[in-house]
């Protein structure tokens, strides 16, 4: 069998194709990285309007089962006990060695179930990994489901079109819909900084939901490609970029996903894979941070090149590069070493022996636009 003919399909695959797509092999799916517009177009139309993402190639799960919160809170520094219905949050399953092996979204939907969105590359280990925690707890991979993303400014009026309830979510928060007599479960989140929503559908009416919001005009498809700039200049992580099993969330600069309850004074400290390793790089700071770069000039850079210092000296690498359409130049993420990346310091980066200088940026390159109400 060739490579193509090996990889998945999400329920999309024809429409993507209809719609002129190029595809391209990502985490064993074939997936659009770009429409004919191209990605900078899309890029600008996501920030301007409203991008229409196939994220189908997620992993989608419900844990339910008495004791569920305990076995979440078991492998995550979130403070799912707190966590309401239908409300999202934000966790990173953690090793014993503080590093991560993955990030995912969690939602509860009831008083022990839970709704999980994990990244397509890690969502066989993540099966794994849950299901080595379960004591009676039932996992369901939901294997007929498809996962679309609407985002940008224009996102809401499209949805307020469709169903009121949808309209009314704010950033981080969920609900059971209807949109033409098709059943969804929608949240208001997404991985581009701008409002947005997320919906879950049944795989056999993923065509017609995506082809009912590709109808408006403010709507327009969204490849790989944009959606990889596009959270770039939103400051969010990657997994296996700005995140991995070497890699802590105090590096990483997500100290905020770490729950006040489980920090080392809170109430339930601890409790979670590395929790000892991460609660001492809290206290003593990390080697390294993750910073944002602005290039000077055109010339891009590239992930694994080697960010210098005035003497030459190697003090990071690139994790993540781009050209940043709305912020109108190239931009990367690197990790640095932590003296140096304050913003406005300046720097290089070596391409192929050439020193391309950059400044160290605040984040996000792009202003975050969540809805909070």
Known sequence: MTEQASLATTPLDGLHRELGAKMVPFAGYAMPVQYPAGIIKEHLHTREAAGLFDVSHMGQLILRGEGS????????PVDIQALPENGQTYALFTNDQGGVLDD???????????FLVVNAACKAQDIAHLQSALNGQELKVLEDKALLALQGPKAREVMAALSPEAAALTFMNGARIEVGGIKVYITCSGYTGEDGFELSVDAEHA???ARRLLAFEDVAPVGLGARDSLRLEAGLCLYGHELSTTIDPVTAGLMWSISKSRRADGARPGGFPGADVIFQRMSEGAALRRVGLAVEGKRPVREGQAVLDSDGRQVGEVCSAAFGASFGGPIAMAFVERPLGEPGTALSVDVRGKAIPVTVTRMPFSPQRYFRG
């Open 69 to 76: 919160t305990a076995v979440l809170e078991s492998l995550v």
């Open 104 to 114: 995912l979204i969690i939602t509860r939907w009831g008083p022990e179930c839970f």
């Open 207 to 209: 065509d017609a939901l």
